[in-house]
């Protein structure tokens, strides 16, 4: 006798947002599967991409079929099962294997025979084309907002993500602390332990309340957004966004955060003071 254990798998990617939630599904499926007559021995729900392969509920539920606890699967359709190739192939070869005798969708037709694996084979292929699609369009139109000056990131210190206008704002209160930060140290009376201290003093801290360590700190003041650019796949970009720190400004503390961070040689016979003579 056929047991089948139900499947229901969603995840926050793009490629599941027109997918039915959980609970839809696992109606649709229950519903299904009293039509059909089918016995359930597990309900399995899964709340992660299928793009790569390390789903932890279906590798443990791909064991359980390997040790005769159920020989079917029931999903909403075969892109719930695998959009990547080795899940596909696991599925395949339990099938080649006998271990797995039947996969029922309400969405999707097949039957366990050359043509019906081959037709599956298609479904998977078409996954995951689809997610490398999605994938390249993605970075297509990165690219695109990149070259228009738009950011693709989360704002840093001092501006905000703005989504009515889909753009990067500048935060009026964090603006101002940065800001001082920067001129602080110009003035070249500052370490970077004092730049965390003040901007802690701020209101600018970690979750946890902690001062910003140092290497957070310096990339602070070596980061060009503040004077209206961005770095973006190892390139800078000429941003839409407002400066808030003015490029002498900028340019200042560059040339001390470089100063600082060069190694200081000794002199040779550094105890004679005639050794140059």
């Known amino acids: 006798m056929q047991k089948f254990f139900l499947y229901a798998r969603k995840s926050t990617d793009m490629e599941d947002k027109q997918v039915r939630s959980i609970e839809d599904q696992i109606a649709e499926l229950r ?40 020989n079917g699967i029931l999903a909403w359709h075969p892109d719930r099962l695998a959009r990547n190739s080795v899940d596909g192939g696991k599925i395949i070869y339990l099938l080649d294997c006998g271990h797995l005798q039947s996969l029922k969708f309400p969405t999707f037709w097949f039957e366990p025979t050359p043509q019906g694996k081959f037709m599956l084979n298609i479904a998977f292929g078409q996954s995951k084309y689809y997610v490398d699609n999605l994938s390249e369009n993605t970075k297509r139109g990165l690219h695109q907002k990149v070259k228009r000056g ?72 070596s980061n060009p957004f503040y004077v209206g650019l961005f770095r973006y796949a190892g390139e800078i970009y000429e941003g839409k966004h407002q400066p808030i720190i003015s490029k002498k400004i900028f340019d200042k503390v560059q040339e001390i955060l470089k100063q600082r961070g060069r190694p200081h040689h000794k002199p040779k016979n550094e105890s004679s003071p005639f050794a140059d003579f």
Request: net charge positive; charged share 30%; hydrophobic share 40%.
């Open 31 to 70: 519903a299904f599967a009293k039509q059909e007559n089918l016995e359930i021995v597990d309900v399995l729900i899964e709340k992660q991409s299928a793009k790569v392969p390390g789903r932890p509920v279906f590798n443990e539920m791909i064991k359980r079929i390997e040790k005769s606890e159920a």
């Open 150 to 221: 738009e950011y693709p990131g989360f704002a840093p210190i001092g501006y905000l993500n703005d989504p009515r206008v889909k753009s990067v704002v500048v935060d009026k209160k964090k603006s101002v602390v940065i800001k001082k930060a920067f001129e602080l140290y110009a003035e070249n009376n500052s370490r970077l332990e004092d730049i965390s201290n003040f901007l802690a003093q701020q209101g600018i801290a970690t979750r946890n309340r902690k001062n910003l360590k140092r290497d957070r700190i310096s990339f602070i003041l």
